[in-house]
């Protein structure tokens, strides 16, 4: 769905959302309040310029006016929640009962207007598939912002959201921010688990690693965690141990790659990895760091671009370097060493990383299928070479 035409409504779904659900830092309102209330401001502005000048442009008209449909059928539904949910000021804001009560009026003031207009565009259109897929989207936003947890993450998340919808694509923003990955941020969200959590990952970490939401303030906040609990530690050994079962957690996490947030940036995972290592090499030659400790822990890891993809697989592999070994094709001091330094470099379609030792065992019982198959592929190489 391109969410261009709809970015409007979009930015007033969410905002009201936030607002019928607190879901702002309360210790920090007032800043929150000057970033939504202008959004809000322009958003009901321009609904009420397009609507009076009936859009000159019959296609754009329809458009807007399903759009206009599919959210003042919520409009109800809105003003009911807001009346329920926000009636007074909370305690933890009461010094700014003001400010808030100015940006309650603002939203019912509004949606009671677009509710009462509402019958005049109901007889000119009947549902159709622009208009459910639209009443979808924000039935996802409503379920994402209600049952998203209070989090510094989600502040950015949403933040971003308002960010990237209320500037329009002509802008630069073009270049780096695309306005339907957020359809996909609220439908995944919408359904996402948010009780499981894997290891130390919360589950809203989770969400912004599998999304790739990869905004600065994302991968900081990373690091900031992971830079408080090694703070705790004092052994340098302890503190490798964490660093590794970190990594190994963060590789395990899924990924959606097809869109980032931000086009040009590199994933939340890349990020992470990328200062991980880092962290696990400057340990590692740190002084403090005994022969006997690091002998514990393998170097930094090879990076995948670094690596040659094999098609065949670890065990086949293992025989191909045996039989290397054994006719002299390769020469080293033992078979050990032309595991350990060819291996590293080999990735299969399988398995990004393979243990030399492993391979090396796996070499010397072979089984049926996998001679068979290395045969096969020798075979092919023959021919090949017989046509050069």
């Known amino acids: ?24 830092q309360q210790n920090n309102y007032l800043s929150w309040m000057k970033t939504r209330v202008p959004i809000l401001e322009n958003c009901f502005s321009l609904i009420k310029k397009e609507l009076k000048n009936n859009c000159a442009d019959e296609n754009r008209k329809g458009n807007l006016i399903e759009a206009y449909m599919a959210f003042c059928q919520r409009a109800p539904f809105h003003l009911q929640e807001v009346k329920m ?12 009962e003001n400010e808030y ?19 005049m565009f109901k007889s000119a259109c009947k549902n159709s598939v622009l208009q459910d897929a639209l ?30 919808m209320s500037i ?56 900031e965690k992971i830079n408080n609990e090694l703070g705790q530690i004092n052994n340098h050994t302890n503190r490798l141990t964490n660093l590794l079962k970190f990594r190994k957690l963060l590789d395990q996490l899924p ?45 930094s890891p090879i990076p995948l671009s670094n690596k040659v993809l ?19 094709i390769v020469e080293s001091r033992s078979l050990n060493m032309v595991y350990k330094t060819m291996i590293p470099y080999i990735a299969t379609e399988n398995r990004t990383t393979l243990s030399p030792s492993s391979v090396r065992v796996k070499s010397y019982h072979p089984e049926h299928n996998d001679k068979k198959m290395v ?8 021919e090949k070479i017989k046509n050069y």
Request: with cysteine; aromatic share 12%.
């Open 1 to 24: 769905m391109n969410l261009e035409r709809f970015r409007t409504f979009i930015c007033l779904e969410v905002i009201v959302q936030e607002f019928i659900h607190h879901k702002f």
């Open 85 to 96: 949910m926000c009636p007074k000021c909370p305690e933890d804001i009461l010094t700014l």
């Open 101 to 119: 009560i100015l940006i309650r009026d603002l939203i019912t003031d509004n949606l009671q207007d677009m509710a009462k207009n509402f019958a």
């Open 135 to 164: 009443i979808s989207l924000f039935a996802n936003i409503a379920q994402t912002v209600k049952s998203i947890p209070h989090h510094v993450i989600t502040a950015q998340i949403l933040d971003g959201c308002l960010y990237t």
């Open 168 to 223: 329009p694509q002509v802008n630069s923003m073009k270049r780096i921010h695309n306005y339907d990955y957020f359809f996909y941020v609220f439908k995944l969200a919408a359904k996402w688990d948010w009780n499981k959590q894997v290891g130390t990952f919360l589950p809203i970490e989770r969400l912004v690693i599998y999304l790739n939401f990869n905004s600065e303030g994302i991968a900081n906040y990373f690091m």
């Open 255 to 299: 990924a959606y790659r097809k869109t980032p947030y931000d086009k040009h940036g590199l994933s939340v995972k890349k990020q992470l990895l990328n200062w991980i290592n880092a962290e696990i090499k400057f340990l590692y030659e740190a002084p403090s760091v005994t022969v006997a400790t690091k002998r514990e822990f393998s170097p």
């Open 310 to 328: 094999c098609k065949l697989s670890g065990d086949q592999i293992a025989i191909v370097l045996r039989a290397a070994d054994e006719v002299k």
């Open 375 to 382: 045969i096969e592929k020798l075979n092919q190489m023959i």
